[in-house]
């Protein structure tokens, strides 16, 4: 009787094998063949099992010429396998190890990426975040020629438009709670920490709003000094958007603040006019 090897039980058959040689090497295997065979893995895209053979070397060849390119090859199957906290960690560890070699600019910038791939959607704690840009601008300021500084301000400017967003989803919030004065103390803060924010005519507009409502919601006392911010806010607005779509709701808003304004400085003026006169009435 013939027997016939079909296609699956020779791929089977042959990986059986590679998996002998593999487990030979990783348990009795010298330095040089677990290297050599770490290599030939990690070419093959093999990064776990190149890893589980770097992992055993990474120790004993320290201070070796094979150290510098197993510690370079190591934190990449971290990257490869995007376990980007273990690959930033090794990157950096590299760049601290081996700084005057030709891969150190490219790992500082590895370790960098890493961390900008860790850092989460802007509704999540922002830790890796800060860490990310920390990072990425440490590598700007220590490789200003570097070709890959381009990159790492795009990087920087994707992680600041993530902390804005984090920090307007606040600031609304407080708006939608009705704490006025936490909302426009948010909004002016992202005004100030990122002037370049696309939300910049919205924001604007929402300081207006902030105000007013803050201002009608207050004591008399606290009203002329309310609406008047209410007016500047306004102005403010209205020098830098002229057209925007928010228009006819901030006109009408300082509209209403400028008729309270009217009705306050008329009081006002009421009564001085009572207090003027009160030493005419004693002396008849």
């Not at 909302?183 to 604007?204: G, H, Q, S, V, Y």
């Not at 309310?226 to 306004?234: G, L, N």
Request: aromatic share 14%.
């Amino acid at each position: 009787m013939k027997f016939r090897i079909t296609f699956p039980l020779l791929l089977i058959f042959l990986l059986s094998l590679g998996s002998c040689h593999y487990q030979k090497i990783l348990k009795s295997g010298s330095t040089d063949e677990k290297y050599d065979e770490a290599m030939k893995l990690y070419h093959e895209k093999d990064y776990s099992h190149a890893l589980q053979l770097f992992d055993q070397l990474i120790n004993v060849v320290r201070a070796t010429d094979k150290s510098q390119r197993i510690y370079y090859y190591y934190a990449y199957c971290y990257y490869n396998q995007r376990d980007y906290t273990l690959g930033a960690y090794y990157f950096k560890r590299y760049t601290s190890n081996y700084p005057n070699t030709p891969e150190a600019e490219e790992c500082a910038y590895m370790g960098a990426y890493c961390l900008f791939m860790n850092s989460p959607v802007y509704t999540l704690d922002q830790t890796n975040t800060y860490e990310a840009l920390k990072e990425l601008q440490l590598f700007v300021n220590t490789y200003a020629t570097s070709k890959r500084v381009p990159e790492c301000n795009e990087l920087i400017d994707k992680l600041r438009e993530k902390l804005a967003a984090k920090d307007l989803r606040m600031a609304k919030m407080y708006y939608r709670m009705e704490d006025y004065i936490a909302a426009i103390t948010c909004f002016n803060n992202i005004l100030k920490d990122f002037p370049e924010i696309k939300d910049r005519e919205e924001i604007m507009f929402l300081i207006v709003k902030s105000y007013y409502k803050f201002a009608k919601e207050s004591i008399e006392d606290k009203k002329k000094d309310r609406h008047s911010k209410t007016v500047q806010a306004y102005k403010d607005f209205i020098v830098q958007y002229p057209e925007s779509t928010f228009l006819m709701e901030a006109k009408d808003l300082n509209a209403k603040s400028q008729k309270e304004l009217e009705v306050i400085y008329l009081r006002e003026q009421k009564k001085l006019n009572q207090i003027s006169q009160e030493p005419n009435k004693a002396t008849h």
